[in-house]
């Protein structure tokens, strides 16, 4: 159990075994975002227990990985942090190795109200020096670029490391025209072409390039979908009793978020109701082959909502800090070398 805000319930999960021993043996932690609980949790192994490490930010939501950045969307910035494996060892003196990776924020971009969703880490068009953001590309049903969600923008898939695939709400140029017909009228859309590649989704979320296939969440189905986008066709891989968002993958497992349904204004009347009565929050572990969920990670208090998920490859026991955080104040690093700002903490990178 994790300490909450003063008012809010406490954090609580409930690990089934299968989650465990598919963490246990994948080498790695997964990261989740929680934009209604306000944190990014970091779930870890030590070698004998999980661990669950959440640290507070303001509305986080889209998240990225890879090699040892990360970066990570909330409510006003877009964080990019970086893993200072030198000073992980040493974050807590009293224990030492307690942690194998630190992230430390580097860079922060003020996009003000965009209310980012997907994110990802690829090539040199990145985030603006100078402005809260540079518009690229919008669908071509939308006429012009004005803050008034008119379609709800949200998930982004890359393909050779270029935005290729994304989903929206609805193919809808109105004042958030979406919602009126939110449980049959998401799509997917190719970037390239602009070619709507499916309709008539619930609600889509996350969609995934992965090993040369395609993959999204029917969100408001509770559905993992494997998708043709040649065909224009979908197989069901897993269903879920949440409404799903987070998508990763690693090996042939697929990590899944599950969400509760709290604002029925806007997510009710979704198939997922109708087909459970009672919906989880939490992240499931899904084999590619089969279709089954292997293991649940349930959160059961303090937390009914996530957005993302991802896969930390190689690190067991990770650790990141907000800039709430006195010791960050402490921390320096360079290329090959790092200290605390402690007596005799310089640590030389001997590999």
Not at 53 to 79: I, N, W
Not at 104 to 115: D, G, I, K, Q, S
């Amino acid at each position: 159990m994790a300490p909450a805000p003063d008012g809010a319930a406490p954090l609580q999960v409930r690990p089934d075994e299968g989650f465990a021993n598919w963490l246990a043996g994948s080498g790695g932690s997964v990261a989740i975002s929680t934009y209604q609980a306000g944190k990014l949790m970091l779930v870890g192994w030590d070698g004998q227990q999980m661990r669950l490490l959440p640290r507070q930010f303001d509305k986080p939501m889209g998240l990225d990985a890879a090699g040892d950045r990360l970066v990570l969307a909330t409510r006003h910035e877009v964080t990019l942090f970086a893993n200072a494996r030198l000073l992980a060892h040493e974050y807590l003196p009293d224990k030492p190795g307690y942690y194998d990776a630190l992230y430390l924020p580097r860079a922060t971009y003020h996009t003000n109200e965009l209310n980012v969703h997907d994110l990802a880490i690829a090539g040199d068009e990145g985030l603006s020096h100078d402005f809260t953001f540079v518009p690229r590309w919008r669908p071509p049903f939308v006429s012009e670029t004005v803050p008034e969600d008119r379609c709800h923008l949200n998930g982004l898939a890359l393909k050779d490391g270029k935005p290729k695939y994304v989903t929206a709400l609805g193919e809808t140029d109105s004042v958030a025209g979406w919602r009126d017909g939110r449980a049959t009228g998401g799509l997917l859309i190719d970037v390239e072409s602009g070619e709507i590649v499916l309709r008539g989704l619930a609600m889509p979320h996350s969609p995934r390039w992965y090993r040369d296939r395609l993959y999204l969440l029917d969100s408001g189905a509770g559905e993992l979908l494997q998708v043709d986008p040649e065909r224009g066709e979908r197989t069901v891989v897993c269903r879920l009793p949440g409404y799903l968002r987070g998508l990763t993958f690693f090996g042939d497992i697929a990590l899944v978020g599950l969400c509760k349904i709290r604002e029925t204004n806007i997510f009710g009347g979704m198939p997922v109701q109708e087909r459970n009565k009672e919906l989880l929050c939490g992240v499931a572990v899904v084999d590619l082959k089969t279709g089954r969920a292997d293991g649940l990670f349930e959160f059961t208090s303090g937390c009914t909502e996530i957005y993302d998920v991802r896969f930390l490859p190689g690190i067991r026991k990770p650790n990141i800090l907000n800039l709430e955080k006195p010791e960050l104040r402490d921390a320096v690093a360079a290329p090959d070398f790092a200290y605390w700002l402690r007596p005799d903490k310089v640590i030389v990178d001997k590999t």
